[in-house]
């Protein structure tokens, strides 16, 4: 068992915000965040200073406010040390991981996921790591396959972003999402590319980077209506105890649509800027179910006596008012979207994962950060079960042998 951990990472105003003569109001310290109401001044006017500056505490929190230059700068060197670092341990130990950005419209998912030439994020750091790995493994013996996929949802179909299929552009959102009964939920006819080198697997995302840029130029509001999910598979073969052992572990990478599209009228500026239910993202919405069914879940099956776990739910009391965990059904939501459907294992099922919640430090965006805040202490107390993917006749022959040397260990004793 093991909890999705989660982190924030802040970003700096943009010049827009500063145009707009926002205020910085996120403020990180250690692992803990805090969010200043900014229409509430004067924290000594206030019987309950709660009122004015909420805290938050995560796994992690990176503060990329600072200086590049100042310690404590969150760069995307340090933000991969962590989180990229516990992706590729979890891949070599044979687990399968995911790990996902979560945030309003231009906060730092994709800078966080993706990157850009000389600032590249999480996806082409880990995927880098992968073949560092292959190439200093010493173990003649072993060897290993890298598989790789990208696809696209949009408006709950999905594309195929590195065999874009012939034909008119919105041919290419047909894919249908399947699910196998032992392996799980797939996309059918994704095309998968065998990667033998870190160059290759670079070319491959930048290819899907493309076909998402090009989507983006002709279709409004692109970016920030779709999903991007990159998929590695890595194999490991090696003889183990003289025994041919495969571990297969599948690690999701998603950059998902703006926050802001789960909830239309979360946002004024949103909703008159948008045509009429073209804002609202289905696999957004419903992956906020999902999160909010699988947290209750976790805090139904913490022991009764634990009163104090309802608090632990959202982190804050000002939310504890009025959730009654204890009365939810246990009914989880999956195959009401893609996206969660396609997702399954990673959220609450056999995966360890990671969420990276955005947010920007400005003032003019309170609302948003703090929404998005709440849903990640929430996404906190989801539980996993991870499992070692190994073919299950070479974990039982292994364990049996072990049985034999105790058992021949006891006669020799007798
Ligand atoms: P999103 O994918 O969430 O819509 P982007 O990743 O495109 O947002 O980021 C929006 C802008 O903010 C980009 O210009 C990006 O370079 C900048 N940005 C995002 N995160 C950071 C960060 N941590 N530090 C500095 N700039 C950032
Ligand atoms: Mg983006």
Same mark, same amino acid.
């Given at each position: 068992?093991?909890?999705?951990?989660?982190?924030?990472?802040?970003?700096?105003?943009?010049?827009? $915000?500063?145009?707009?003569?926002?205020?910085?109001?996120?403020?990180?310290?250690?692992?803990?965040?805090?969010?200043?109401?900014?229409?509430?001044?004067?924290? !000594?006017?206030? !019987?309950?200073?709660? $009122?004015?500056?909420?805290?938050? @505490?995560?796994?992690?929190?990176?503060?990329?406010?600072?200086?590049?230059?100042?310690?404590?700068?969150?760069?995307?060197?340090?933000?991969?040390?962590?989180?990229?670092?516990?992706?590729?341990?979890?891949?070599?130990?044979?687990?399968?991981?995911?790990?996902?950005?979560?945030?309003?419209? /231009?906060?730092?998912? @994709?800078?966080? +996921? +993706?990157?850009?030439?000389?600032?590249?994020?999480?996806?082409?750091?880990?995927?880098?790591?992968?073949?560092?790995?292959?190439?200093?493994?010493?173990?003649?013996?072993?060897?290993?396959?890298?598989?790789?996929? &990208?696809?696209?949802?949009? =408006?709950?179909?999905?594309?195929?972003?590195?065999?874009?299929?012939?034909?008119?552009?919105?041919?290419?959102? @047909?894919?249908?999402?399947?699910?196998?009964?032992?392996?799980?939920?797939?996309?059918?006819?994704?095309?998968?590319?065998?990667?033998?080198?870190?160059?290759?697997?670079?070319? %491959?995302?930048?290819?899907?980077?493309?076909?998402?840029?090009?989507?983006?130029?002709?279709?409004?509001?692109?970016?920030?209506?779709?999903?991007?999910?990159?998929?590695?598979?890595?194999?490991?073969?090696?003889?183990?105890?003289?025994?041919?052992? $495969?571990?297969?572990?599948?690690?999701?990478?998603?950059? *998902?649509?703006?926050? $802001?599209?789960?909830?239309? =009228?979360?946002?004024? #500026?949103?909703?008159?800027?948008?045509?009429?239910?073209?804002?609202?993202?289905?696999?957004?919405?419903?992956?906020? =179910?999902?999160?909010?069914? *699988?947290?209750?879940? /976790?805090?139904?099956?913490?022991?009764?006596?634990?009163?104090?776990? #309802?608090?632990? %739910?959202?982190?804050?009391?000002?939310?504890?008012?009025?959730?009654?965990?204890?009365?939810?059904?246990?009914?989880?939501? &999956?195959?009401? /979207?893609?996206? @969660?459907?396609?997702?399954?294992?990673? *959220?609450?099922? =056999?995966?360890?994962?990671?969420?990276?919640?955005?947010?920007?430090?400005?003032?003019?965006?309170?609302?948003?950060?703090?929404?998005?805040?709440?849903?990640?202490?929430?996404?906190?107390?989801?539980?996993?079960?991870?499992?070692?993917?190994?073919?299950?006749?070479?974990? %039982?022959?292994? #364990?049996?042998?072990?049985?034999?040397?105790?058992?021949?260990?006891?006669?020799?004793?007798?």
């Amino acid at each position: 068992m093991s909890n999705v951990k989660v982190a924030v990472r802040v970003r700096p105003l943009s010049q827009k $915000e500063k145009d707009k003569n926002a205020g910085v109001i996120v403020d990180v310290h250690g692992d803990n965040v805090a969010i200043i109401n900014p229409k509430v001044d004067g924290i !000594a006017e206030f !019987a309950d200073s709660r $009122e004015k500056v909420k805290h938050f @505490t995560f796994d992690y929190c990176y503060d990329s406010t600072l200086d590049v230059t100042a310690a404590g700068y969150a760069s995307q060197q340090l933000v991969f040390q962590d989180l990229g670092t516990e992706v590729l341990q979890a891949a070599f130990e044979g687990y399968n991981a995911c790990v996902f950005a979560y945030g309003q419209t /231009s906060t730092g998912k @994709t800078h966080t +996921m +993706m990157g850009y030439p000389g600032e590249v994020g999480l996806i082409p750091r880990i995927c880098e790591g992968l073949f560092s790995h292959v190439d200093d493994c010493v173990d003649r013996s072993a060897s290993f396959r890298v598989d790789i996929s &990208y696809l696209e949802i949009y =408006n709950e179909r999905v594309r195929d972003l590195l065999c874009p299929a012939d034909g008119k552009q919105t041919d290419k959102y @047909t894919l249908k999402v399947r699910e196998h009964p032992k392996d799980g939920p797939y996309v059918q006819d994704l095309s998968q590319h065998l990667v033998k080198d870190n160059s290759e697997i670079q070319m %491959l995302l930048e290819r899907g980077n493309d076909a998402r840029t090009t989507a983006a130029t002709y279709m409004h509001d692109h970016s920030s209506r779709s999903h991007a999910i990159v998929t590695v598979s890595f194999t490991q073969a090696k003889l183990e105890d003289d025994m041919p052992s $495969e571990k297969v572990s599948k690690i999701h990478m998603v950059d *998902l649509a703006g926050s $802001e599209r789960a909830d239309p =009228n979360f946002s004024p #500026e949103y909703k008159g800027r948008l045509k009429e239910g073209a804002n609202i993202n289905k696999s957004l919405v419903t992956l906020g =179910n999902v999160i909010k069914a *699988l947290a209750e879940r /976790s805090v139904l099956s913490s022991s009764s006596e634990n009163l104090g776990s #309802e608090q632990n %739910l959202t982190g804050e009391t000002t939310l504890v008012q009025g959730t009654t965990p204890r009365s939810s059904s246990l009914y989880v939501p &999956y195959r009401d /979207s893609v996206l @969660t459907w396609l997702l399954k294992d990673s *959220l609450g099922g =056999n995966s360890k994962t990671l969420m990276i919640a955005t947010v920007t430090s400005a003032s003019v965006y309170y609302r948003e950060s703090l929404s998005t805040l709440r849903y990640a202490q929430r996404a906190k107390s989801i539980v996993n079960q991870p499992k070692i993917n190994e073919d299950s006749n070479v974990t %039982l022959i292994r #364990e049996l042998r072990r049985e034999i040397e105790q058992l021949r260990g006891m006669l020799m004793s007798a």
